[in-house]
């Protein structure tokens, strides 16, 4: 494990409530949309239709690619929104997008997925909350982890990166958890992030055995995907409010992207 101090301590966060509202989401995604419609290389493509009770609907989906991106780039899929009643990890990666549209440098060369609202069912169709985070991709009946993995087989991603709130229980810091497919050792000599990329904020590192099965997420179908990725999740501390917690994920994330965009640059001169 490993701690680092904030620089400045997190605000409280008002009452969960306060992330309820669909209004300022849809208009955050409709800005993002409207956004990939202009440039370049942010493209918004959502996925589906999808069915709920014989209702429809779609999951929100943005692409990036980086200057230089190639069909041989390294792909990144981004999670978030996996329960709708808190918005801040589906704004906090909507807010990467952007970023990454105002300087995409950051992004060179790689192939970036976005996938902001998980729980599409459950803002837009009124779906009960499901725990989709804990969900095993394999054998789910939710509807979007179906389209998940369907995009999963098709794209063939190297990595996986998941935002989430921590349990409200938890401690007032941030947790990285690191994982890789079963069987495949852990990479002592290079590390995917470290308290460089999470400065200032106070974070726990922690990496699972490669040789325990995960019983979540999309590494649960890892052997049946063109290449066996990587996963990384991001938790963030249920405490905290919505600008201070949209401001980690930004900043931690960022210069995520910008390591791994190094570590492919370095690859390809082997």
């Keep these: 494990m490993s701690f680092f101090s904030h620089s400045v301590a997190p605000a409280s966060a008002p009452p969960f409530d306060a992330y309820l509202p669909v209004d300022a989401f849809h208009s955050h995604l409709s800005e993002v949309y409207a956004l990939s419609a202009q ?9 589906g239709p999808f069915y709920f009770q014989t209702r429809v609907a779609y999951l929100p989906r943005f692409a990036f690619f980086g200057p230089d991106a190639s069909d041989a780039s390294w792909r990144l899929a981004f999670l978030a929104g996996f329960d709708h009643r ?33 729980d599409a069912a459950g803002l837009f169709l009124g779906a009960p909350s499901r725990a989709l985070q804990e969900t095993h991709w394999g054998w789910s009946h939710a509807p979007e982890i179906n ?5 999963a087989r098709l ?19 941030v947790t990285v958890r690191i994982r890789e497919p079963l069987g495949v050792p852990p990479s002592p ?57 949209r401001a980690a994920v930004s900043a931690i994330l960022t210069r995520f992207i910008v390591r791994y965009r190094a570590f492919q640059a370095y690859g390809q001169h082997l």
């Design 39 to 47: 440039h370049g290389q942010v493209f918004g493509s959502p996925a």
């Design 86 to 118: 808190d918005l801040r990890a589906s704004h906090a990666l909507l807010d990467l997008v952007e970023k990454l549209a105002r300087d995409s440098e950051e992004g060179h060369g790689l192939n970036l997925a976005f996938f902001p609202l998980v």
């Design 147 to 151: 389209l998940l993995e369907q995009d």
């Design 155 to 173: 794209h063939g991603y190297h990595g996986f990166i998941r935002i989430e709130t921590a349990p409200a229980a938890g401690d007032d810091i």
């Design 189 to 245: 000599d290079v590390e995917l992030i470290s308290s460089e990329e999470t400065e200032p904020f106070l974070v726990r590192f922690e990496r699972e055995s490669p040789g325990v099965k995960v019983a979540d997420g999309p590494l649960t179908i890892a052997d049946d995907l063109p290449v066996q990725p990587f996963e990384l999740t991001l938790r963030i501390p249920d405490t905290w409010s919505d600008d201070y917690y």
